[in-house]
């Protein structure tokens, strides 16, 4: 008898461990048959407003940037001007920064990158990986498992990492990513980055001061004079 219960417990184990390895082989299998991810992968492109903002809704300066986590110039940017922008801007309520996806075809890792970004986002994290990001762009370029290494940057912004998993390999925010690449193809962006203020072109890349005379030239801080933006 006793035998006989030992043999029905195996057999449930068993069929358990069969269940369970069954699952885990069509995930995999699900996740190989998913192509390449690549900056014209079509997907469902999301609704409601374009990029990400940091700043207030209020402010009457708005900075849009069409930006490729792979970018060179974009990752020099966000490293060198944006802490500024930030800091002595944004802060005192007369800016607001709208970041905008547009991952360019000649990138082959930066959508996996705004993959992360999109899903970090999907948290209320956007900013602190997009510095993560952007602050250690050679190492997930240069790396043969960009996915995993972004992957660790998630874990050290503190993303709940099951969720963060789940909306990557579903490619979940992929297409607001899509949405945004489409913002820009419709007006004519055709390289990062590209910057527009309250709608208009800029036709350069303005470091932070130059971001803050244009911002008094528009706004002027309480006591100020009105400048013009050079």
């Not at 079509?42 to 209020?58: H, Y």
């Not at 060198?80 to 930030?86: G, R, T």
């Not at 995993?148 to 050290?156: F, H, I, T």
Request: charged fraction near 20%; charge should be neutral; glycine fraction near 8%.
């Amino acid at each position: 008898m006793a035998a006989g219960k030992s043999l029905t417990r195996f057999y449930v184990v068993l069929a358990a461990i069969a269940v369970a390895g069954g699952v885990l082989i069509a995930r995999s299998a699900m996740t190989k048959r998913l192509p390449p991810l690549t900056a014209d992968t079509v997907a469902p492109l999301a609704s409601g407003p374009r990029g990400v903002v940091l700043g207030s809704d209020s402010a009457p300066v708005e900075l849009m940037e069409f930006s490729d986590f792979e970018c060179p110039w974009c990752a020099r940017y966000d490293v060198l001007q944006m802490p500024d922008i930030k800091q002595r801007i944004v802060s005192t309520g007369r800016l607001r920064i709208r970041f905008v996806h547009f991952p360019l075809s000649i990138h082959q890792k930066s959508p996996y990158a705004h993959l992360a970004a999109a899903c970090a986002n999907e948290q209320g994290r956007f900013w602190e990986m997009a510095d993560m990001i952007f602050g250690n762009q050679d190492e997930w370029v240069e790396s043969s498992n960009p996915t995993g290494v972004l992957e660790g940057y998630a874990s050290r912004v503190g993303l709940d990492m099951g969720r963060y998993r789940s909306c990557v390999s579903e490619r979940r925010e992929w297409g607001r990513v899509q949405a945004d690449k489409k913002l820009g193809d419709s007006l004519g962006v055709s390289g990062t980055p590209t910057f527009y203020v309250n709608g208009h072109l800029w036709p350069d890349i303005p470091s932070a001061d130059q971001v803050l005379r244009i911002v008094d030239s528009i706004a002027p801080a309480p006591g100020a004079a009105p400048s013009r933006p050079r």
